[in-house]
């Protein structure tokens, strides 16, 4: 059974940086694509990034592009995002994604794997 546990979220001021954890467990750390998204109070999740374990090849979200980056740890079975300069526009619950098989953008699965997200705010 997979599992996703997040965490590393946290409080911080604009311009600060958080490094997010996500450990997977239940599946074969490659031939998966793994995601990062995000939703703020009252609007829809977002992808922010999204990665195809192995080939290190991120695609990232327009907000995300020189700030933030996907890093994949296959010994541990984690992955992280690191998040740098951040903004009060970033304020949201982030959540790690799994699915097997190659990645499409940011399209949903009802076959995708989901954590309980970990809660970033960031203060102006």
């Known amino acids: 059974q997979v599992n996703l546990q997040e965490s590393g979220g946290g409080s911080v001021q604009a311009g600060g940086s958080l490094r997010l954890s996500c450990v997977t467990s239940?599946?074969?750390?490659?031939?998966?694509?793994m995601a990062w998204f995000r939703q703020a109070p009252g609007k829809g999740r977002e992808g922010v990034t999204r990665l195809y374990l192995g080939p290190n090849d991120p695609l990232y979200a327009n907000p995300a592009k020189g700030r933030f980056t996907f890093i994949q740890d296959k010994d541990k079975n984690t992955v992280y995002l690191q998040m740098n300069n951040l903004k009060p526009e970033d304020t949201a619950t982030y959540y790690c994604e799994d699915r097997l098989g190659h990645c499409d953008g940011f399209k949903l699965s009802p076959y995708d794997y989901w954590g309980q997200g970990t809660q970033v705010t960031v203060s102006s």
């Open positions: 239940g599946f074969t750390f490659k031939n998966n694509c």
